[in-house]
């Protein structure tokens, strides 16, 4: 633990009170997003009124208060409806238009993995086939 990650009025970091990992206040009092959604809440707009610094300074977690928490937003017809298309079309290779049971990484290789070993006659020439 670092002296400097322990700032519980706030005073070296902008006036946001500050903790340690694992020396942070009671969860019943203030929690993360992560904690407050298993407690079926959102932040509900409030704003950050602690953090919790891990990792030597490089990774902070925001806390919020739980008593100005709101209930999570009930899931309608149609937000479960775009979420599964979204999820879809993370699951889809975009050259061969298979679809898979996992998320494809679209970012670092932008298809599936066979289709990413292709050179790229045989990926135009894959594109063709799937488009017709």
Request: with cysteine.
């Amino acid at each position: 633990m670092r002296a400097i990650d322990l700032d519980p009025t706030g005073e070296h970091h902008g006036g946001t009170p500050t903790f340690p990992w694992k020396f942070g206040p009671e969860k019943e009092r203030l929690a993360t997003r992560r904690q407050l959604r298993e407690m079926g809440l959102r932040p509900g707009g409030q704003p950050v009124a602690a953090q919790v610094v891990c990792r030597g300074g490089k990774r902070v977690g925001h806390l919020f208060p739980v008593a100005g928490a709101k209930p999570v937003r009930p899931m309608t017809p149609a937000r479960a409806l775009a979420l599964a298309a979204a999820m879809k079309a993370r699951m889809t290779c975009p050259v061969c238009k298979v679809t898979y049971d996992f998320c494809l990484p679209l970012r670092s290789l932008g298809s599936c993995l066979p289709c990413s070993e292709l050179s790229d006659e045989e990926r135009e020439q894959l594109a063709a086939l799937a488009a017709a």
